[in-house]
């Protein structure tokens, strides 16, 4: 590489480049100090800690957790933090927000006496990149986790990366087909973004997945994130603005959707019957998030 090239370079891109030199050189404790400094760099943070994971130096984040921590470049939740001003630690916070999720999705079971680990096919639904996924797997292997998402990408890294199954999720709810029934279908934060066409349409087919006597568990955007944005629910008590932090899904069907609890409680009674729902807690998911847990006859 010619001095006027590197000179062109960021602090960062120049790290990146003499940790791939000494990788490529054998000397793997260089190459740790220099990532690490270049995972210190908002423009070379990714791709850093990519390299540092990849080839298990010291100082990556799976000798901590013990567990797969390579994050997908396409991952809009991990762009989220990255760009957030108030994130410090963006590979921190991302993958201590899977962890918390985990343990917000396992107080909830418990509460139905249905213990995380002792539940059988788990479904994640509108999964992502793995944010949660990773944890889930860690907790109960990968062979009882299938993944789904309208973003095929999202579904091909999980499946690759953490060896769960996967399949691909459609924009309106009646084009998808379910490759098997499930214990737990867990969905977290898609109700969330929904418009009012499809809002119950998607509760109706996502109890159609659960198999007898199975748990679906899925959050909402309740009263106390609406007046935290100083939204106005209509006379249903719903609210949808046609925008979110995903760039990949059109934002007329996944927009930012706001629902009382009285909102909630008429479409389960109406689609499935009130007896379903077992537990509700809200703000539980974020301490922002209301939680709904209903249950298969």
Not at 10 to 37: I, K, W, Y
Not at 106 to 123: C, F, N, S, Y
Not at 230 to 241: I, K, P, S, T
Request: charged share 20%; net charge negative; glycine share 8%.
């Amino acid at each position: 590489m010619t001095t006027k090239a590197i000179q062109q370079m960021t602090p960062g891109e120049q790290l990146l480049d003499e940790g791939r030199q000494l990788l490529a050189q054998g000397d793997r404790v260089g190459a740790a100090q220099v990532l690490a400094r270049a995972r210190d760099e908002r423009d070379t943070l990714l791709a850093a800690h990519s390299l540092i994971e990849a080839n298990d130096l010291v100082g990556s984040y799976n000798n901590v957790m013990g567990l797969d921590c390579t994050i997908s470049p396409q991952d809009d939740i991990f762009g989220f933090f990255a760009g957030h001003h108030s994130s410090r630690n963006p590979l921190r916070d991302y993958l201590a927000d899977g962890w918390r999720t985990l343990s917000e999705l396992m107080l909830l079971l418990e509460a139905v006496d249905q213990p995380l680990l002792k539940t059988g096919r788990i479904l994640e639904f509108a999964s992502g990149h793995g944010r949660f996924t990773r944890h889930l797997v860690k907790a109960v292997g990968s062979h009882k986790v299938a993944v789904s998402d309208v973003v095929p990408s999202a579904v091909e890294f999980a499946k690759g990366t953490f060896g769960v199954d996967g399949f691909l999720s459609a924009s309106t709810p009646e084009q998808v087909e379910w490759p098997a029934k499930y214990d737990l279908v867990f969905v977290l934060s898609l109700f969330s973004h929904l418009p009012k066409a499809t809002w119950t349409r998607w509760l109706a087919k996502l109890y159609e997945a659960l198999a007898p006597g199975g748990l679906l568990v899925f959050s909402t955007h309740g009263v106390k994130a609406a007046n935290f944005d100083h939204v106005a629910l209509d006379d249903d008590g719903y609210f949808f603005a046609a925008s979110s932090e995903s760039n990949a899904i059109d934002e007329q069907e996944y927009g930012t959707t706001f629902t009382s609890e009285a909102f909630v409680l008429a479409r389960i009674a109406e689609t499935m019957g009130a007896d379903t729902l077992v537990h509700k807690k809200p703000v539980h998911f974020w301490n922002h998030q209301d939680a709904y847990v209903l249950r298969k006859r």
